[in-house]
């Protein structure tokens, strides 16, 4: 934003890094104008939107959707992955939104992004969730 470069400017970086990888669109894309940003998009779509701005060619063909359940009550492996690779998804689009954050003040700093990041690589192995600061309690959902 024009200002001296700062770990705070690189958290900002690096968050809107996330968002493009996860979401497949560039800053400078046609779609975003006025007040529309790939920060906004990204915000306004958690939590009941998420799936419909997920970069397709992240998800193979048929993975996203709810986990479902056999006769017996029981997922399926593919159900189960597919329910990861979501959760895995919106973990890593709040902590892009979470760096994003327009105010400088506003953003984790490097040790919270950290923990965002290690608890998402915890939801994909299927570990427990180290302890720390949450970012979801970071970006505010509107």
Do not use: W
Request: aromatic residues 4%.
């Amino acid at each position: 934003m024009g200002n001296e470069v700062s770990t705070s400017g690189d958290v900002y970086s690096y968050g809107i890094l996330l968002l493009e990888l996860v979401t497949g669109k560039k800053p400078t894309d046609s779609m975003f104008t006025g007040s529309l940003t790939l920060h906004n998009f990204a915000k306004t779509a958690l939590p009941e939107q998420v799936e419909s701005i997920f970069d397709q060619t992240l998800i193979p063909q048929g993975q996203m959707g709810e986990a479902s359940t056999s006769i017996n009550g029981v997922q399926n492996q593919s159900s189960l992955s597919r329910h990861k690779m979501q959760e895995c998804l919106i973990s890593l689009l709040q902590v892009g939104i979470a760096c994003s954050q327009e105010q400088a003040t506003d953003r984790p700093d490097i040790n919270e992004v950290l923990t965002g990041l290690h608890k998402t690589k915890n939801i994909l192995l299927g570990s427990s969730v180290s302890e720390g600061k949450d970012l979801e309690l970071q970006c505010d959902h509107e």
